[in-house]
């Protein structure tokens, strides 16, 4: 195949001018929307750097396709090419609830130890919001992506192993479980934690975010949420003391960012009633995947939702939603927050001037009243398709 590959050179990812980047299109509506984001990227690149570079996409399965094909969901060689070529890209995949396969999503970020789940949401103007005021929506979460009631660690009711579980804690812990019970655990570690912490200062810093928040149920969970909390400011004070202000012991300061934290219900009328005063949010596996819905919803829901998992040189970048298979070949399904991923992953790639002119050009395409089925049903206006949409984008570029 033609192209480079994306390499570590002292401790510096470095990006070639002809990049192989892999990507995977997913299930459901996923093709559809990999198609879209393709285009967009390519039109974006070719126009910002007029031939001198250029993305070689190189197709790696997983889904249904994957297991059409080769016989299983997440084939190695997938696993191995994203390994490989540190950045990819992905549409969704299909998760069954309550049985079968574990998520294809959940392994692909704890075998690549993406720890990091980025998750933006700012608002656009013209785009429908329950919000009087949406433009003071700018929020990132950073999500702790590998352990929390994620890790997979659970037990069904009624099976032997939990059986011996319960039986353990019941009788050498005294914990009162009934026998009916299924039982899940919630792994939080110290390393974990601050590494995800030390993401989101680091994020914050850089791109100039006045605030970053805590979000955990500490006042529940004390020793996994709240140890959350507590290794996460234990980090910032020994890390970023000159660079931060903590809420309680000094006013917000210019070139500063001001560090909080709040108890996860309180969070979700914070970012409701007081979008304006938070900005980067460090939370932990669960929180941040009710958070970023919400957030989402605030500003366009979930077909404008971008998301990246991030590790600390590995990163896999896709859309917050998921296959949403009754659209699934219907030409209908909003892209942008795909597009918006290749946004994040062409910025990770310090490709600034594409991304920019792609979030240029959404922007531009909404102003014309130009929306997917998603938008235009909350506007009032006849909808575009998703070809139709990404070639307004491609035009507006
Ligand atoms: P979903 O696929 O995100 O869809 C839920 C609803 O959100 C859709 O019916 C649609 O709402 C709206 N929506 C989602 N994507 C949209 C887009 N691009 N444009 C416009 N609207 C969009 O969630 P789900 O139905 O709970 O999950 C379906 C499957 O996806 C499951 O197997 C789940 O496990 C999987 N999943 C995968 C990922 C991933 O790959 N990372 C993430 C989440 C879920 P309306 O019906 O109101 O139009």
């Known amino acids: 195949m033609d192209g480079q590959k994306v390499y570590v050179e002292n401790g510096v990812l470095v990006v070639p001018d002809e990049p192989i980047i892999?990507?995977?299109?997913?299930?459901?509506?996923?093709?559809?929307?990999m198609?879209?984001?393709?285009?967009?990227?390519?039109?974006?690149?070719?126009?910002?750097?007029?031939?001198?570079?250029?993305?070689?996409?190189?197709?790696?399965?997983?889904?249904?396709?994957?297991?059409?094909?080769?016989?299983?969901?997440?084939?190695?060689?997938?696993?191995?090419?994203?390994?490989?070529?540190?950045?990819?890209?992905?549409?969704?995949?299909?998760?069954?609830?309550g049985g079968g396969y574990?998520?294809?999503?959940?392994?692909?970020?704890?075998?690549?130890?993406?720890?990091a789940n980025v998750r933006p949401s700012r608002y656009f103007p013209?785009?429908?919001?329950?919000?009087?005021?949406?433009?003071?929506?700018?929020?990132?979460?950073?999500?702790?992506?590998?352990?929390d009631v994620y890790a997979g660690i659970e037990w069904k009711m009624g099976s032997e192993e939990c059986e011996r579980v319960r039986r353990f804690l019941v009788e050498e812990m005294g914990a009162n479980i009934p026998e009916d019970s299924g039982i899940g655990i919630k792994p939080i570690s110290k390393f974990r934690s601050q590494r995800l912490v030390r993401k989101a200062i680091e994020y914050a810093l850089k791109k100039g975010y006045h605030t970053l928040t805590l979000m955990h149920k500490g006042n529940i969970m004390k020793y996994t949420e709240g140890a959350f909390r507590d290794w996460g400011y234990e980090l910032l004070r020994n890390e970023y003391s000159d660079k931060v202000v903590f809420e309680g012991e000094g006013e917000r300061t210019e070139g500063k960012v001001f560090v909080n934290?709040?108890?996860?219900?309180?969070?979700?009328?914070?970012?409701?009633?007081?979008?304006?005063?938070?900005g980067v949010i460090a939370t932990t596996n669960l929180n941040?995947?009710?958070?970023?819905?919400?957030?989402?919803?605030?500003?366009?829901?979930l077909g404008l939702a971008a998301?990246?998992?991030?590790?600390?040189?590995?990163?896999?970048?896709?859309?917050?939603?998921?296959?949403?298979?009754?659209?699934?070949?219907?030409?209908?399904?909003?892209?942008?927050?795909?597009?918006?991923?290749?946004?994040?992953?062409?910025?990770?790639?310090?490709?600034?001037?594409?991304?920019?002119?792609i979030?240029?050009?959404?922007?531009?395409?909404?102003?014309?009243?130009?929306?997917?089925?998603?938008l235009a049903r909350h506007l009032g206006i006849e909808p575009l398709s998703t070809t139709e949409y990404t070639q307004a984008l491609i035009d507006n570029l």
């Open 261 to 278: 934290d709040r108890i996860a219900d309180n969070m979700f009328q914070q970012i409701l009633l007081r979008p304006d005063e938070y």
């Open 359 to 374: 979030e240029d050009a959404i922007v531009r395409t909404f102003e014309q009243k130009k929306v997917t089925y998603d």
């Open 102 to 115: 574990r998520s294809l999503n959940v392994t692909l970020r704890q075998v690549l130890d993406l720890y």
């Open 307 to 357: 998301g990246a998992n991030i590790g600390d040189y590995h990163a896999l970048f896709e859309p917050v939603h998921g296959t949403a298979p009754k659209y699934a070949g219907k030409n209908v399904i909003n892209p942008t927050a795909g597009i918006l991923s290749g946004v994040m992953m062409l910025e990770y790639m310090g490709w600034m001037e594409a991304a920019k002119l």
């Open 22 to 33: 892999p990507f995977i299109r997913g299930d459901g509506t996923g093709p559809e929307i």
């Open 126 to 147: 013209g785009v429908p919001s329950p919000l009087k005021h949406p433009e003071k929506v700018n929020m990132v979460v950073f999500r702790e992506n590998t352990e």
């Open 35 to 97: 198609e879209s984001v393709r285009a967009v990227i390519d039109a974006a690149v070719s126009k910002a750097y007029g031939g001198k570079r250029r993305i070689h996409w190189k197709e790696i399965l997983a889904g249904e396709k994957a297991l059409k094909e080769t016989g299983e969901l997440l084939p190695k060689e997938t696993i191995d090419a994203i390994k490989e070529h540190y950045i990819a890209i992905k549409g969704p995949l299909t998760t069954p609830v």
């Open 288 to 301: 941040g995947d009710y958070i970023s819905d919400a957030l989402a919803a605030l500003v366009g829901g």
